[in-house]
C-alpha cells in the first residue's frame, strides 16, 4: 500500500463514520442524530466522506506527501469504488452505495474534489462573485447531496445551495485566523477588504477593530443567507428538523462572533451545550 493509501485511511481510528462527525463537527452530529435512521447512517458516511479530502488539503504538512498526490489517489480511489460498489476503504465504497441509493449526480462529487484541489493553488479571491465559485464546490454541493438524500424537491435546492454557502460563510469568518496564520489563506474578497483598508499585516496583527465592518458585513450576509436556507426546508420529504437544527445551530456561532464585537481573534467562537439546547429548542419552534 503506498503512504498516500496508508495516510488517507487515517480515518480507520475511529469505531464508526458517526465517531468522526462527532469528533471533527460537533454541531453537524447534534443535528445529524435528528434525522431519520436511513437518512441519519447515510450522512455519518458522507460527511467521513467530504471530510477526508478537506483534511488531505488543510492538513498535509501531518502526511509527510504532497498534498496534489494524496488527493489525486484518493479521487482515483473514490472513481473506482463508484464504478465498482467495491473499494478497500470502506467509506468510499459505502458513498458510492449511497449515491445510487438516492440518485445523486456524479458531478456533485466532481465538483467537490474540483474545489479541494484550488485549495491547494489558490489562497485569494478578489470578489464575492468568485468565492461564490469556490463555494459551490465545496459546500454548495453538500448541501444538494444532502438534499437529494432527504427527499427535496426542486424548489427546494436553491436554498439547499444557500444554506451551503450560509455554513461555509460562517467557518471562514470564525477561522480567519487560523486560515491565515496555518494556511496562508484568505477568504474574504480582496476587494472588500481594500475597500475598508484592510491590509494583510492587519490580519497578521490580529487587529480586530480594523477588520470589524468587513466581518460585520459577511455577518449580515450569512444572516439573509440562512433565513433562505431555512424557508427551503419545508420543500424536503425527511429530516427537516436536523436540517432546520443545523441551520439554527451554525447560525449561532455568527451570533456568538457578533455579540463579542465582530471579533475573531481573541477567541475561537463555538455554543456551549446549553447554547444546542436552546437552538434545537429554537429550531422545533421555527417548524410548527
Known amino acids: 500500500m503506498?503512504?498516500?493509501?496508508?495516510?488517507?485511511?487515517?480515518?480507520?481510528?475511529?469505531?464508526?463514520f458517526?465517531?468522526?462527525?462527532?469528533?471533527?463537527g460537533?454541531?453537524?452530529y447534534v443535528a445529524t442524530?435528528?434525522?431519520p435512521k436511513e437518512q441519519r447512517e447515510a450522512t455519518y458516511v458522507l460527511y467521513t466522506w467530504f471530510r477526508v479530502p478537506d483534511e488531505i488539503v488543510d492538513n498535509s504538512h501531518e502526511f509527510g506527501e504532497s498534498?496534489?498526490?494524496?488527493l489525486e489517489y484518493w479521487n482515483k480511489a473514490w472513481l473506482e469504488a463508484y464504478k465498482t460498489n467495491e473499494s478497500v476503504y470502506p467509506v468510499l465504497e459505502e458513498t458510492a452505495k449511497i449515491f445510487k441509493r438516492y440518485e445523486i449526480p456524479l458531478e456533485y462529487a466532481e465538483a467537490f474534489f474540483q474545489a479541494m484541489r484550488q485549495d491547494l493553488t489558490k489562497q485569494r479571491y478578489e470578489t464575492y462573485a468568485?468565492?461564490?465559485e469556490y463555494m459551490y464546490g465545496s459546500a454548495g454541493v453538500v448541501g444538494l447531496i444532502l438534499a437529494q438524500v432527504l427527499g427535496c424537491t426542486e424548489e427546494g435546492k436553491a436554498g439547499a445551495l444557500q444554506l451551503g454557502y450560509a455554513m461555509q460563510l460562517t467557518n471562514f469568518l470564525r477561522d480567519v485566523e487560523e486560515d491565515y496564520i496555518d494556511r496562508n489563506r484568505i477568504y474574504l474578497p480582496q476587494a472588500d477588504l481594500q475597500k475598508y483598508g484592510v491590509t494583510e499585516q492587519m490580519i497578521a496583527d490580529k487587529n480586530s477593530e480594523s477588520l470589524k465592518p468587513v466581518i460585520k458585513k459577511y455577518i449580515q450576509k450569512t444572516d439573509q443567507l440562512y433565513v433562505q436556507g431555512k424557508a427551503s426546508v419545508r420543500y424536503l420529504k425527511t429530516g427537516r428538523l436536523g436540517v432546520m437544527t443545523a441551520a439554527f445551530l451554525y447560525e449561532g456561532i455568527g451570533k456568538k462572533i457578533a455579540g463579542n464585537n465582530y471579533n475573531v481573534f481573541n477567541k475561537r467562537h463555538t455554543t456551549s451545550s446549553s447554547e444546542k439546547v436552546q437552538l434545537c429548542l429554537q429550531a422545533i419552534w421555527n417548524l410548527k
Open 18 to 24: 458517526s465517531a468522526v462527525q462527532k469528533h471533527y
Open 67 to 70: 498534498a496534489e498526490k494524496m
Open 130 to 132: 468568485e468565492l461564490e
Open 26 to 28: 460537533a454541531s453537524y
Open 33 to 35: 442524530k435528528l434525522l
Open 2 to 16: 503506498s503512504s498516500a493509501a496508508e495516510k488517507t485511511a487515517y480515518f480507520a481510528q475511529y469505531e464508526s
